[in-house]
């Protein structure tokens, strides 16, 4: 039980990995605030987490839209009773496809959401986690955010500005008591990758899903489990002296090139 009595916001929470950590936070102790932009599909997740409603409960926000964020604060500090303790600003779009081919409207939509919504999570949820004797702001960046992939650039700069923004709010919130930090997962079986490799011609997914597994050093993917335990890490007094970091959860990914055998 690492976050008895935490109050928890996750966004992006409806299912993959901020599924995972929402879940994992309530079997620690935490009180969880399940937020998505499909509403449907986050009351469903809530449900599935503690039915009563007291422990999980669900929200709708498009972290593009800041008055949204801030609203989902709102509701969140009114339904703990109390200032957040964490949250996890999870949410985050994946475009994979060469720059020439790219959909101006796709593309600003992925820096809206991945730069602008995180950004004004962080706005909102800092007006709150600054109230709180145990604040954690955690953002998911990527793999992406310390290395590029070809097919990835609008992606690949979403994710360094991640970076950034950890290293700059954690220096900046440091005396009000705010840890800021980032998880850098490398490819995860949820929707997310299944739908990127897809956009990049994968005809047969689950063995595009293999191939990827089968390239990582470690010969696996970080799970969804792996990212909630990262997430709980962070969260707890165990990282009580780590601010400013980016946690590569990558299966050895980034450590350099890498051939089986
Ligand atoms: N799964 C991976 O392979 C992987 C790897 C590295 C980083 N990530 C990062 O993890 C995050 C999501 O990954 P996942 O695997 O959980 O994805 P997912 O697609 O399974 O789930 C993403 C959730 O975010 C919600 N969402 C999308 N846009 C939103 C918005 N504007 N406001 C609020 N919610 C929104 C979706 O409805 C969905 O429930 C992203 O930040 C992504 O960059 C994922």
Same mark, same amino acid.
Request: aromatic residues 6%; charged residues 20%.
């Given at each position: ?8 916001? @996750? ?16 079997? %620690?102790?935490?009180? @969880? ?43 969140? &500090? ?22 020439? &081919?790219?959909?101006? &409207? ?5 820096? %809206? ?149």
């Amino acid at each position: 039980m690492q976050l008895q009595g935490y109050h928890a916001v @996750v966004t992006g929470a409806a299912r993959g990995l901020g599924a995972a950590a929402a879940k994992r936070f309530v079997a %620690e102790g935490a009180r @969880v605030v399940v937020a998505d932009i499909d509403g449907e599909a986050a009351r469903a997740c809530a449900q599935a987490i503690d039915a009563s409603g007291e422990r999980a409960t669900a929200r709708v926000c498009d972290i593009a839209d800041p008055a949204a964020c801030a609203a989902l604060v709102a509701q969140a &500090e009114s339904f703990f009773g109390a200032p957040i303790d964490v949250f996890l600003a999870h949410a985050g779009l994946g475009y994979a496809g060469p720059l020439t &081919e790219a959909d101006p &409207e796709r593309i600003r939509r992925i820096v %809206e959401v991945n730069v602008l919504g995180t950004i004004y999570c962080a706005q909102a949820a800092l007006r709150s986690l600054v109230r709180s004797p145990r604040a954690s702001l955690i953002f998911t960046s990527s793999l992406q955010s310390v290395t590029a992939r070809a097919q990835r650039s609008v992606y690949t700069a979403s994710k360094h500005a991640i970076v950034g923004l950890t290293k700059a709010l954690a220096l900046e919130y440091s005396p009000q008591g705010v840890r800021v930090n980032a998880i850098a997962p490398a490819s995860s079986d949820t929707p997310f990758l299944r739908t990127q490799l897809e956009a990049v011609g994968a005809r047969d997914v689950d063995q595009a899903v293999r191939e990827v597994a089968a390239s990582m050093p470690l010969g696996w993917l970080p799970t969804p489990e792996d990212f909630a335990d990262a997430a709980v890490f962070l969260a707890s007094t165990s990282a009580r002296s780590i601010t400013g970091h980016n946690l590569l959860l990558d299966s050895g990914a980034a450590a350099g090139f890498f051939r089986r055998g």
